[in-house]
């Protein structure tokens, strides 16, 4: 089990209230786990088939059925199957979405792309000291931290929602 202790006592409460569609999106959100997000989703699938197997639906093609054309996935493709999985929770279509997530991954696509760490020490380049016929040094070699897109989306959401929750 890789998913953080926060995770599972999420699980553990929405295995307790029997609430299918939280643990849908529990996994689903496992999914965005930035150092290792296809096996805490897949560790918290698991979870929720062995705690709580009842939680599972039968399997139905549904508004967006599967497609075994890797040609034919894109990233559409994939938001539809994920929605599609909040409605029709079960093992073949959880397994799908992993399987389509993996495949955009491997094939480059801007949000698949794989998670890594960013070192937060930046390189700092000094003048050279002396001689002012030296070269000053490429600004190429200069670092500059990046926010990701995701966490500025997602910010903005947030105070999105505060602001319309404080005017009400």
Not at 84 to 104: K, M
């Amino acid at each position: 089990m890789s998913f953080s202790k926060l995770i599972k006592q999420e699980l553990d409460n929405a295995i307790l209230t029997k609430d299918s569609m939280m643990l849908s999106q529990i996994v689903q959100a496992e999914f965005e786990n930035p150092k290792q997000p296809y096996q805490d989703a897949i560790d918290a699938f698991n979870y929720v088939e062995q705690h709580f197997p009842e939680a599972l639906s039968p399997f139905r093609d549904g508004i967006s059925p599967i497609n075994q054309d890797q040609t034919q996935w894109s990233e559409d493709y994939y938001y539809d199957q994920k929605v599609e999985l909040s409605y029709n929770f079960n093992r073949a279509r959880f397994e799908h979405v992993v399987a389509v997530a993996q495949y955009l991954e491997q094939q480059g696509h801007k949000h698949f792309r794989k998670k890594v760490e960013i070192n937060p020490s930046i390189e700092t380049v000094k003048a050279p000291l002396g001689n002012n016929d030296e070269k000053a040094p490429d600004d190429s070699t200069k670092q500059t931290p990046r926010l990701n897109p995701l966490f500025l989306v997602g910010g903005v959401v947030v105070v999105v929602g505060l602001i319309f929750w404080l005017t009400r």
